[in-house]
């Protein structure tokens, strides 16, 4: 399903216009390369964020991992946790904040390792 500037997911409506068009063209032409939804939704609106600001896609990148004590976030060439915690959501809300204090995206993984959901923190 293709999206216009008049049907787009819900989840694009608060963005600023200009990046909100522009997602819904990367959110498109992802779709047509067998993304599914919800993941190119979350790509284009990165991607059209970095876009919006001029900014490179270099940012730095944390991820969100199990952990032998549960959840951790490191950085994405990093050797050691930056924060842990028992459960994921506990992590989630304290890992968006530091994201976004250091201004990089968050990678958000499943148990088994693969990516459930990526980020853009501002």
């Given at each position: 399903?293709?999206?216009?500037?008049?049907?787009?997911?819900?989840?694009?409506?608060?963005?600023?216009?200009?990046?909100?068009?522009?997602?819904?063209?990367?959110?498109?032409?992802?779709?047509?390369?067998?993304?599914?939804?919800?993941?190119?939704?979350?790509?284009?609106?990165?991607?059209?964020?970095?876009?919006?600001?001029?900014?490179?896609?270099?940012?730095?990148?944390?991820?969100?991992?199990p952990h032998d004590d549960g959840w951790q976030l490191k950085?994405?060439?990093?050797?050691r946790a930056i924060l842990v915690e028992s459960t994921k959501?506990?992590?989630?809300?304290?890992?968006?904040?530091?994201?976004?204090?250091?201004?990089?995206?968050?990678?958000?993984?499943?148990?088994?390792?693969?990516?459930?959901?990526?980020l853009y923190q501002r």
């Amino acid at each position: 399903m293709s999206w216009t500037k008049n049907d787009y997911p819900a989840s694009l409506k608060n963005l600023p216009r200009d990046v909100r068009n522009k997602a819904i063209e990367i959110a498109n032409a992802l779709l047509d390369e067998g993304y599914e939804e919800g993941r190119a939704i979350a790509i284009a609106t990165d991607r059209a964020h970095q876009s919006e600001e001029g900014s490179t896609p270099d940012k730095t990148e944390y991820h969100v991992t199990p952990h032998d004590d549960g959840w951790q976030l490191k950085k994405a060439d990093g050797k050691r946790a930056i924060l842990v915690e028992s459960t994921k959501d506990k992590l989630l809300s304290k890992a968006k904040d530091y994201v976004t204090d250091h201004s990089g995206t968050l990678v958000v993984h499943k148990q088994d390792g693969s990516v459930e959901d990526h980020l853009y923190q501002r």
